[in-house]
């Protein structure tokens, strides 16, 4: 029988990031909070710029705002 490997057994690979969130790292603790090494308005703000959101595309008001 093989033996299960364990979450805590395995190396921490950084992944590729972007410039902008260099240094970003988030862990969820032991009570299921969110622990991020940013601001959330800095993540907000890096999200608004770089990531179009696919459920306002078609939407009038957002074509009016522009």
Do not use: A, C, H, Y
């Not at 991020?36 to 957002?62: A, G, H, M, P, Y």
Request: hydrophobic content about 25%.
């Amino acid at each position: 029988m093989s033996k299960k490997e364990n979450k805590k057994d395995r190396p921490k690979d950084k992944p590729k990031v972007n410039s902008e969130l260099e240094g970003f790292e988030m862990e969820i603790d032991s009570f299921g909070e969110i622990k991020t090494s940013f601001d959330i308005d800095k993540l907000n703000d890096f999200l608004n710029k770089n990531v179009e959101d696919k459920k306002l595309i078609n939407r009038e008001d957002q074509e009016r705002k522009e």
